[in-house]
């Protein structure tokens, strides 16, 4: 299988990825965030694409999503994985927490949401009961397990327009609503992998309490996040890793 792994805040590289080489892809969409970056990683074919661009100079909301998407697909990928920097909502989601994320809210507006428009369009919808492929969910909680990484198996992503971070009574109203997690980036990317038939899962790397709760009572340390940050990437690089070795066993 060839996998897909999107790098958010804190991952614009994929460290061991050795035979790289990037190819630059223009869409019907426009121009994804950069080139697609092919390697090899224990021996299993990777694509790598820096969300934000390779110089993180990309806000959430003016993504491509539709074409970093349609780039992905159009290169074969048989799942993504999504890795997310995410602020902690629920109380033992803290600074450094890696959660598998289980559901979404969607609180954007205004962002091109979907591959079904225009005037030569049909009306469709697709079903997105349960926005995270489990295949690939599974996939990464048996890496996680296999090297004793803590990662927690469930939670909901609260998505917001960005690129400002929420206000406390914001987070306060999401908690109410259910959510677990809140970050910029998760949709429309999860549903337009749908649309296209790409299992897609994310993976949360929790940067900081959010706004109003636990050391983000009175503000958010954007100092602390980068530390946070460096170390939580770490862990991360090794449950790809792993999740990279168990994918080749497999084949």
Not at 77 to 93: K, L, M, N, S
Not at 179 to 191: K, Q, Y
């Amino acid at each position: 299988m060839k996998f897909a792994i999107i790098g958010g805040s804190g991952l614009s590289s994929l460290a061991g990825l050795h035979d790289c080489r990037r190819q630059v892809v223009r869409t019907p969409f426009g121009d994804p965030s950069g080139p697609l970056t092919h390697g090899r990683l224990d021996g299993v074919d990777l694509i790598f694409l820096a969300r934000h661009g390779y110089g993180h100079t990309i806000a959430p909301h003016e993504i491509n999503y539709r074409a970093n998407l349609w780039a992905l697909h159009d290169a074969g990928v048989d799942g993504v994985v999504a890795v997310a920097t995410v602020g902690g909502i629920r109380r033992e989601y803290g600074p450094g927490a890696l959660v598998l994320p289980d559901q979404i809210i969607d609180y954007t507006w205004g962002r091109r949401a979907t591959f079904f428009e225009g005037p030569d369009q049909p009306v469709t919808h697709v079903d997105f009961t349960l926005p995270y492929d489990e295949a690939v969910r599974q996939r990464l909680a048996r890496a996680a397990a296999a090297i004793g990484e803590p990662l927690a198996l469930e939670g909901t992503y609260g998505c917001t327009q960005g690129p400002r971070l929420e206000s406390a009574a914001e987070i306060r109203r999401m908690a109410r609503d259910g959510c677990d997690l809140v970050g910029m980036t998760g949709m429309p990317e999860a549903v337009l992998a749908r649309e296209l038939g790409v299992p897609y899962a994310a993976l949360g790397v929790v940067a900081n309490h959010a706004a109003g709760m636990g050391d983000s009572a009175q503000a958010i340390s954007m100092e602390a996040i980068s530390r946070t940050l460096e170390e939580a990437m770490a862990r991360v690089h090794r449950i790809l890793a792993e999740f990279v070795r168990q994918a080749a066993q497999q084949r």
